[in-house]
Protein backbone atom coordinates (compact mmCIF):
# COMPACT_ATOMS: atom_id res chain seq x y z
CA UNK A 1 0.00 0.00 0.00
CA UNK A 2 1.33 3.50 -0.63
CA UNK A 3 2.18 6.24 1.44
CA UNK A 4 -0.68 8.20 0.06
CA UNK A 5 -3.24 5.54 0.03
CA UNK A 6 -2.77 4.73 4.03
CA UNK A 7 -2.80 8.17 4.56
CA UNK A 8 -6.48 8.33 3.11
CA UNK A 9 -7.29 5.21 4.82
CA UNK A 10 -6.20 6.67 8.12
CA UNK A 11 -8.08 9.65 7.20
CA UNK A 12 -11.14 7.66 6.16
CA UNK A 13 -10.99 5.83 9.61
CA UNK A 14 -10.75 9.27 11.57
CA UNK A 15 -13.42 10.55 9.61
CA UNK A 16 -16.05 7.52 10.71
CA UNK A 17 -14.90 7.72 14.44
CA UNK A 18 -15.84 11.44 14.87
CA UNK A 19 -19.22 10.71 13.05
CA UNK A 20 -20.12 8.09 15.69
CA UNK A 21 -18.74 10.47 18.48
CA UNK A 22 -20.98 13.22 16.99
CA UNK A 23 -24.25 10.68 16.80
CA UNK A 24 -23.76 9.31 20.28
CA UNK A 25 -23.37 13.00 21.43
CA UNK A 26 -26.69 13.91 19.78
CA UNK A 27 -28.34 10.63 20.91
CA UNK A 28 -27.07 11.33 24.59
CA UNK A 29 -28.69 14.44 24.49
CA UNK A 30 -31.94 13.38 23.25
CA UNK A 31 -32.44 10.97 25.74
CA UNK A 32 -31.44 13.80 28.26
CA UNK A 33 -33.99 15.98 26.98
CA UNK A 34 -36.42 13.28 27.15
CA UNK A 35 -36.29 11.84 30.33
CA UNK A 36 -35.73 16.09 31.74
CA UNK A 37 -39.13 16.48 30.33
CA UNK A 38 -40.89 13.45 31.90
CA UNK A 39 -40.16 15.48 35.40
CA UNK A 40 -40.60 19.10 34.48
CA UNK A 41 -43.05 20.87 31.90
CA UNK A 42 -41.28 23.61 30.56
CA UNK A 43 -43.12 26.18 32.79
CA UNK A 44 -45.01 25.65 35.67
CA UNK A 45 -46.10 26.37 39.22
CA UNK A 46 -46.29 23.09 40.64
CA UNK A 47 -43.43 20.48 41.40
CA UNK A 48 -45.18 17.00 39.23
CA UNK A 49 -42.87 14.23 41.58
CA UNK A 50 -41.36 14.46 44.95
CA UNK A 51 -37.87 14.39 45.13
CA UNK A 52 -36.26 15.77 41.99
CA UNK A 53 -34.83 19.16 41.40
CA UNK A 54 -36.35 22.34 41.13
CA UNK A 55 -35.69 23.25 38.11
CA UNK A 56 -37.91 25.43 35.64
CA UNK A 57 -40.31 26.55 38.89
CA UNK A 58 -42.13 29.61 38.79
CA UNK A 59 -41.41 30.06 42.90
CA UNK A 60 -45.14 31.60 44.44
CA UNK A 61 -45.96 31.66 47.91
CA UNK A 62 -47.91 28.45 47.36
CA UNK A 63 -43.94 26.78 46.15
CA UNK A 64 -42.10 28.39 48.94
CA UNK A 65 -44.21 27.24 51.57
CA UNK A 66 -44.57 23.86 50.04
CA UNK A 67 -40.30 23.59 50.39
CA UNK A 68 -39.14 25.57 53.23
CA UNK A 69 -40.73 26.75 56.44
CA UNK A 70 -40.14 30.08 57.61
CA UNK A 71 -39.84 31.64 61.22
CA UNK A 72 -40.67 35.52 61.16
CA UNK A 73 -39.67 35.67 64.59
CA UNK A 74 -36.38 34.51 64.30
CA UNK A 75 -36.05 34.80 60.26
CA UNK A 76 -34.92 31.51 59.87
CA UNK A 77 -35.86 28.97 56.83
CA UNK A 78 -35.90 25.51 57.22
CA UNK A 79 -36.35 22.60 54.99
CA UNK A 80 -39.61 20.58 54.67
CA UNK A 81 -38.96 18.73 51.57
CA UNK A 82 -35.71 18.05 50.51
CA UNK A 83 -34.42 18.43 46.78
CA UNK A 84 -31.23 16.07 47.12
CA UNK A 85 -29.31 13.94 49.04
CA UNK A 86 -27.19 16.62 50.85
CA UNK A 87 -29.96 19.08 51.99
CA UNK A 88 -31.59 17.33 55.53
CA UNK A 89 -35.48 17.61 56.25
CA UNK A 90 -35.46 20.42 59.28
CA UNK A 91 -32.01 21.35 58.56
CA UNK A 92 -31.33 25.39 58.27
CA UNK A 93 -31.66 26.66 54.94
CA UNK A 94 -29.23 28.91 53.07
CA UNK A 95 -25.45 30.21 53.57
CA UNK A 96 -23.74 33.61 53.19
CA UNK A 97 -22.41 35.28 50.57
CA UNK A 98 -19.66 37.17 50.06
CA UNK A 99 -22.26 40.50 50.20
CA UNK A 100 -22.75 39.69 53.80
CA UNK A 101 -26.47 38.12 52.67
CA UNK A 102 -28.02 34.60 53.29
CA UNK A 103 -28.98 33.28 49.85
CA UNK A 104 -30.97 29.77 49.36
CA UNK A 105 -30.89 27.91 45.96
CA UNK A 106 -33.97 26.83 44.58
CA UNK A 107 -34.17 24.72 41.36
CA UNK A 108 -30.50 26.06 40.40
CA UNK A 109 -30.93 29.49 41.11
CA UNK A 110 -29.84 31.68 43.75
CA UNK A 111 -32.43 33.81 45.88
CA UNK A 112 -32.37 35.85 48.18
CA UNK A 113 -33.56 34.94 51.83
CA UNK A 114 -34.66 38.70 52.76
CA UNK A 115 -36.65 38.69 49.48
CA UNK A 116 -38.17 34.99 50.04
CA UNK A 117 -39.49 36.22 53.46
CA UNK A 118 -41.46 39.00 51.80
CA UNK A 119 -42.46 36.47 49.11
CA UNK A 120 -43.70 34.33 52.12
CA UNK A 121 -45.28 36.77 54.43
CA UNK A 122 -47.54 38.64 52.06
CA UNK A 123 -47.97 36.28 48.83
CA UNK A 124 -46.05 38.94 46.58
CA UNK A 125 -42.38 39.44 45.27
CA UNK A 126 -41.26 43.10 46.65
CA UNK A 127 -41.07 45.47 43.83
CA UNK A 128 -38.47 47.59 45.66
CA UNK A 129 -35.52 46.64 47.39
CA UNK A 130 -35.74 45.43 50.95
CA UNK A 131 -34.21 47.04 53.51
CA UNK A 132 -32.50 45.69 56.97
CA UNK A 133 -34.19 48.13 59.71
CA UNK A 134 -31.19 47.35 61.85
CA UNK A 135 -28.50 47.15 59.48
CA UNK A 136 -27.62 44.20 60.01
CA UNK A 137 -28.07 42.40 56.64
CA UNK A 138 -28.23 38.56 58.45
CA UNK A 139 -31.15 39.45 60.39
CA UNK A 140 -34.18 38.33 58.10
CA UNK A 141 -37.01 38.64 60.85
CA UNK A 142 -40.24 40.18 59.21
CA UNK A 143 -40.33 42.77 61.72
CA UNK A 144 -36.62 44.14 60.36
CA UNK A 145 -37.53 43.88 56.97
CA UNK A 146 -39.39 47.20 54.39
CA UNK A 147 -39.47 48.17 51.46
CA UNK A 148 -37.38 51.03 50.08
CA UNK A 149 -36.73 52.42 47.32
CA UNK A 150 -32.75 52.76 46.74
CA UNK A 151 -31.84 56.29 47.66
CA UNK A 152 -34.38 55.24 51.41
CA UNK A 153 -31.75 52.14 51.04
CA UNK A 154 -28.59 53.68 50.67
CA UNK A 155 -29.45 56.43 53.99
CA UNK A 156 -29.78 53.49 56.28
CA UNK A 157 -26.30 52.33 54.92
CA UNK A 158 -23.68 51.51 58.23
CA UNK A 159 -20.83 54.38 58.51
CA UNK A 160 -18.63 54.49 56.12
CA UNK A 161 -15.11 52.22 56.55
CA UNK A 162 -12.69 55.07 55.76
CA UNK A 163 -14.32 57.60 58.54
CA UNK A 164 -11.87 58.86 60.75
CA UNK A 165 -14.43 60.99 62.51
CA UNK A 166 -15.81 58.61 64.36
CA UNK A 167 -19.31 60.48 63.49
CA UNK A 168 -21.49 59.92 60.35
CA UNK A 169 -21.37 62.61 58.01
CA UNK A 170 -17.95 64.21 59.55
CA UNK A 171 -15.26 64.47 57.76
CA UNK A 172 -11.63 66.78 58.62
CA UNK A 173 -10.93 69.39 56.31
CA UNK A 174 -6.65 69.91 55.94
CA UNK A 175 -7.16 72.78 54.07
CA UNK A 176 -9.36 75.07 56.69
CA UNK A 177 -8.54 73.34 59.54
CA UNK A 178 -12.35 72.14 59.97
CA UNK A 179 -14.77 69.72 60.45
CA UNK A 180 -17.35 69.38 57.73
CA UNK A 181 -20.73 68.50 57.90
CA UNK A 182 -22.34 66.49 54.98
CA UNK A 183 -25.55 64.96 54.19
CA UNK A 184 -26.53 62.67 51.10
CA UNK A 185 -30.62 62.53 49.60
CA UNK A 186 -31.98 61.63 46.27
CA UNK A 187 -28.44 60.54 44.91
CA UNK A 188 -27.32 64.29 45.91
CA UNK A 189 -24.53 65.27 48.20
CA UNK A 190 -24.18 68.39 50.42
CA UNK A 191 -22.11 70.33 52.42
CA UNK A 192 -23.58 71.54 55.45
CA UNK A 193 -20.56 73.64 56.80
CA UNK A 194 -17.20 73.94 58.52
CA UNK A 195 -16.86 74.00 61.94
CA UNK A 196 -14.09 73.87 64.41
CA UNK A 197 -16.23 71.88 66.96
CA UNK A 198 -16.54 68.26 66.04
CA UNK A 199 -20.02 68.02 67.86
CA UNK A 200 -21.69 70.57 66.24
CA UNK A 201 -20.80 69.46 62.82
CA UNK A 202 -22.35 66.13 63.43
CA UNK A 203 -25.48 67.31 65.14
CA UNK A 204 -25.84 69.64 61.84
CA UNK A 205 -25.37 66.49 59.43
CA UNK A 206 -28.25 64.34 62.28
CA UNK A 207 -30.25 67.37 61.95
CA UNK A 208 -30.26 66.74 57.80
CA UNK A 209 -30.33 63.31 58.21
CA UNK A 210 -33.48 63.13 60.31
CA UNK A 211 -35.03 65.73 58.28
CA UNK A 212 -34.68 64.09 55.02
CA UNK A 213 -34.30 60.82 55.47
CA UNK A 214 -37.33 60.39 57.88
CA UNK A 215 -37.71 56.68 59.08
CA UNK A 216 -34.83 55.39 57.09
CA UNK A 217 -32.43 57.59 59.82
CA UNK A 218 -29.73 55.87 60.45
CA UNK A 219 -27.29 58.06 63.93
CA UNK A 220 -26.15 55.50 65.23
CA UNK A 221 -22.94 53.53 63.58
Not at 5 to 29: D, E, N, P, W
Request: a positive charge.
Amino acid sequence: MSACAARRQTLSGSHSGLRICVALFVFRSAAYSARKAEFFSPVHSTIRKPGVRYMNIKITQQILKSILHYEPASGFFTWIKSSNRRIKVGSRAGTVNGRGYIQIRLGGKLYLAHRLAWLYMTGTWPKLIIDHVDGNSLNNRFSNLREADYSQNMCNKKKARKNTSGYRGVVWCRRDKKWVARGAFRKKAYTLGRFEDIELAALVAQNFREKYHLEFTRNEP
